[in-house]
């Protein structure tokens, strides 16, 4: 569109801009002043069709002084008028006759330049309404440029502004690659935490069920301990059988705080099922609620001995007024040392397993 642009405003030049194009050749024909002015005259006169004047000569020209191109403008309308006198010379044709055909080649001269004026005004004129034209044309296809220029202008704004969000969701699509890797990773190393939490917890879970049948073993030796206890205590006083009677019912609540606690244990092993992110912290709880129950199995061994004790010691004074009437009783022999050895061994050991699991 530039192009057409171009070759219409080429194609239909003003005539300030040709005259001025003709005046500078001119300058570069004629280096003097006077002659240079002569050519101006008829450049405006015979092809512009202006009707030069001084003041206009010298605004073309600016060459010299003011009076420059009113001299050479006077010579120019002489010699013109000169020119346009005809004369016929020849031998036999009479004075006035030959005056008279001057005249009439002059007349027909005039009326030709005449014809030729009119016709260069007309041809003038349709120049001039096709340089109109050509400059409608031209200012239609400016603003149709500059409205090509505004849409490519805006559809430049588009594509950077597309070329941008482009390297966004690119330098996005890299982030989150980054960090969808990181995710990965993480994951990775969370499910080998939860793995190792499981085998953590599956030692410690074997450890407890150790440590409770060991607990359990115990209880039933204390029991079986207890009930031979009961036994002697029936065969030796009556006040040994109420004796026996308060111990039956502390052994009664010895089991079923026993069995609570087992209970207790139970839940503590399904809630450390339920929180395997907790797995050590629950294993400590239990150690602690392992060295309560061994505790409580020791201090029971220690009030079973001083029961046993005091038993002892108030069945001597009857077995020394009885002992004529039952000369064949013999009692077996008492190891209250070793049973609490055997009681307090089984929950020193898990206790030490549970330690070195856990360490």
Not at 62 to 74: D, Q
Request: glycine fraction near 6%; charged fraction near 35%.
């Amino acid at each position: 569109m530039s192009d057409d642009l171009s070759a219409v405003s080429s194609n239909v030049p003003s005539d300030d801009t040709r005259l001025a194009a003709d005046i500078d050749r001119l300058k570069a024909e004629f280096p003097k002043t006077r002659e240079l002015y002569r050519e101006v005259c008829a450049l405006l006169f015979f092809r512009f069709g202006q009707t030069p004047t001084a003041n206009r000569l010298y605004q073309l020209v600016k060459r010299g002084s003011m009076g420059t191109p009113a001299a050479v403008l006077g010579e120019f309308w002489t010699e013109l008028r000169e020119k346009s006198r005809v004369r016929i010379a020849h031998p036999d044709l009479p004075a006035d006759l030959g005056a008279a055909a001057g005249e009439l080649v002059a007349t027909l001269w005039t009326r030709a330049t005449a014809s030729a004026q009119a016709e260069l005004d007309a041809l003038r004129v349709e120049v001039e309404a096709q340089r109109a034209e050509a400059e409608q044309r031209v200012e239609a296809i400016r603003g149709e440029l500059g409205r090509t220029e505004t849409a490519l202008e805006q559809r430049t704004a588009t594509l950077l502004a597309a070329q941008v969000e482009v390297r966004e969701l690119e330098k996005a699509q890299a982030e989150g690659h980054a960090a969808r890797q990181a995710l990965e990773a993480d994951i990775a190393r969370l499910k080998g935490e939860v793995a190792a939490r499981d085998r953590e917890l599956a030692n410690v879970r074997e450890g407890f069920s150790r440590d409770l049948e060991k607990l359990r073993e115990t209880a039933e030796r204390a029991e079986e301990r207890l009930r031979a206890s009961e036994k002697r205590a029936l065969l030796e006083i009556d006040r040994e059988r109420g004796a026996a009677a308060k111990l039956q019912k502390e052994i009664d609540e010895t089991t079923k705080r026993a069995d609570r606690r087992e209970a207790d244990h139970r839940r503590a092993v399904e809630a450390l099922q339920a929180q395997l992110g907790d797995a050590r912290h629950q294993a400590g709880v239990l150690q602690g609620r392992l060295d309560t129950v061994q505790a409580t199995n020791v201090t029971l061994q220690h009030e079973l001995a001083a029961v046993r004790q005091a038993g002892a010691r108030e069945a001597r004074p009857v077995r020394a007024k009885g002992a004529p009437a039952r000369p064949a009783v013999t009692r077996p022999p008492r190891t209250p040392g070793p049973s609490r050895k055997t009681a307090t061994a089984p929950a020193t050991a898990g206790k030490t397993t549970i330690r070195r699991k856990r360490g």
